[in-house]
């Protein structure tokens, strides 16, 4: 005899009772506030006006079905979505507009632009448009997951192709820029089906002929197109560049409205003294174009305005897309006006600030630094290429001593292939404990800057650049300031390790003028500017 609490139940005799609970993974679930129950919400709040009104369409234009046929929806002739296989290859199947002058009946309209001249490599995208409706043919105006039918929300016409002509890129660009401003006047969004990389510019230049408002711009493609020329030609990776002319300075503010020195007189006389002339740029510790532009800046991720570090400084963000090219912009200018050199400092990543609150663009991993600054670097270089302008680079030293960038961005693979000049602050102060084996490297300024030129001339084994390192005249922290001796024992190690001169630093250009003077046997100089003092005096 078994007790009735082991009383066998059955299932399928409906015997067992419910139970009290169900176990699941998670213990709130709801079926209800998964995504396909929502979906499915969605879709029967959706009108079916614009659907039956396209099935019945079909049946007018292409005559009802065979006798035989047992959906009555469906006609002789394909018209419409279905099938897939079959029809006239507009992009989803929308209606093809014959008569251009009818596209302002529609809400959007899709336009084919069938060139590839502006392309670098290979050609073949002409055939885009072509292709691009011929895969859009599998798809629908329905989207389950989203909840949307676009038929009961807008209407869509494709109206063909624009007539380009290869082997031509401004008359191409013209009629592209003719076709994209008649859909956009007409009243219709104008969607563009390419083509290459370098229709953006004509494209957008339609529509700036028609409006005086910003202009919005959803970009598919694989790389954003934001260099200046590529292969010495505003095409291919070009137009966004052209079309925004995000190189603005003044725009930015950062041409002040009455400077205090005149470039156009003051180089002129500099030149007549022969004096090497360097342009310093400080690029992305930039408070004027980050108040400017803090879509260019890094982020603060609490406040989401550009964040700042402990001394106040905004730093650019070099993954945004227009820093590196507003810097290579301003240094064309810079050697356009008769700089023999332009030097980029602060040519890195963001540092000295709070850390977790910083948000870039792309994630502040080396792997991403890196390539961001090699960009910059390759723009600056292409923009100096055809100018009489050398081009240096102000680095920290620690990133070409350790082996990796140390956070900031700064690596001999990313810089030294593109600079003339290489410009270590080889300044011991700035060295931590036990580098090189000193406890105190301030108190060894020869030796540290020795092992820091040995180590770069090996970085830079094969390459034409040469290094004129920046040497210190100053104290810094616990340190007193520098004497003629420590200064002397400096230039002696970028002398002894074959540096091209060397650059000197105090920030009040209060320099002891003990260790200064001719230049001495076997240093890299310039030509003297004024008359040396007379033996005895």
């Avoid at 590529?230 to 400077?259: I, K, S």
């Avoid at 803090?294 to 991720?301: E, M």
């Avoid at 970085?459 to 922290?477: C, K, N, S, T, Y």
Wanted: hydrophobic letters at 40%; charged letters at 20%; a neutral charge.
């Amino acid at each position: 005899m078994f007790s009735s609490s082991r009383a066998r139940w059955s299932r399928h005799a409906g015997l067992r009772p419910a139970p009290q609970f169900a176990r699941r993974h998670h213990p709130d679930f709801d079926r209800m506030a998964t995504q396909g129950w929502k979906a499915l919400e969605a879709e029967g709040k959706l009108p079916a006006l614009a659907w039956r009104k396209e099935r019945q369409w079909a049946l007018d234009m292409g005559l009802p079905g065979a006798e035989s046929i047992t959906d009555k929806d469906i006609p002789t002739f394909a018209r419409g979505e279905l099938p897939h296989f079959a029809g006239i290859n507009t992009f989803m199947k929308a209606p093809y507009i014959e008569n251009v002058r009818d596209v302002g009946k529609y809400d959007a309209a899709v336009i084919g632009i069938p060139f590839d001249s502006g392309t670098t490599y290979r050609p073949g995208t002409r055939f885009g448009p072509q292709g691009i409706r011929r895969i859009s043919a599998l798809y629908t105006p329905y989207n389950y997951e989203l909840g949307v039918d676009l038929r009961e929300q807008m209407t869509l016409c494709d109206v063909g192709d624009v007539f380009t002509i290869p082997a031509n890129l401004e008359k191409s660009f013209d009629q592209i820029s003719r076709g994209v401003a008649h859909v956009f006047s007409s009243g219709a969004l104008p969607i563009m089906l390419g083509g290459d990389h370098s229709i953006g510019f004509p494209c957008v230049r339609g529509i700036a002929q028609c409006t005086d408002k910003k202009i919005g711009i959803i970009h598919f493609d694989r790389h954003i197109d934001i260099q200046e020329k590529d292969l010495d030609e505003r095409m291919h990776t070009t137009p966004w560049y052209w079309a925004t002319n995000l190189p603005a300075a003044t725009a930015a503010g950062a041409v002040m409205q009455h400077p205090l020195l005149r470039l156009d007189e003051l180089l002129p006389k500099l030149k007549a003294l022969g004096i090497y002339t360097i342009a310093r740029m400080v690029v992305m510790k930039d408070n004027t174009l980050g108040v400017a532009r803090p879509d260019l800046a890094v982020t603060n991720a609490v406040t989401r305005k550009p964040w700042r570090d402990y001394h106040g400084g905004i730093w650019l963000d070099p993954y945004n897309p227009g820093v590196a090219e507003y810097i290579a912009a301003l240094a064309g200018d810079l050697a356009d006006k008769g700089f023999d050199e332009v030097q980029l400092d602060y040519v890195r990543f963001f540092s000295d600030g709070d850390y977790a609150t910083a948000a870039t663009n792309l994630p502040n991993t080396q792997s991403f630094r890196l390539p961001a600054i090699r960009r910059l670097f390759r723009l600056v270089s292409d923009a100096l290429a055809t100018k009489r302008t050398f081009f240096s680079a102000d680095v920290f030293p620690i990133s070409f001593i350790a082996t990796d960038d140390q956070g900031i961005g700064q690596r001999p693979e990313v810089i030294m292939p593109y600079v003339d000049y290489f410009s270590p602050m080889v300044y011991p102060t700035h060295y931590g404990p036990y580098t090189f084996g000193f406890q105190n490297p301030n108190d060894h300024p020869y030796e540290v800057i020795n092992e820091t030129l040995k180590i770069m001339n090996q970085e830079r084994a094969g390459l034409r650049m040469v290094i004129r390192p920046w040497i210190q005249d100053f104290g810094f922290g616990p340190f007193p300031p520098y004497t003629a001796a420590q200064v002397l024992q400096e230039m002696k190690a970028a002398s002894d390790n074959g540096a091209q001169g060397w650059m000197i630093w105090n920030a009040a250009a209060r320099f002891t003028e003990a260790a200064l003077g001719p230049p001495r046997p076997g240093e890299a100089s310039g030509p003297v500017t004024s008359p040396l003092p007379a033996p005895g005096s």
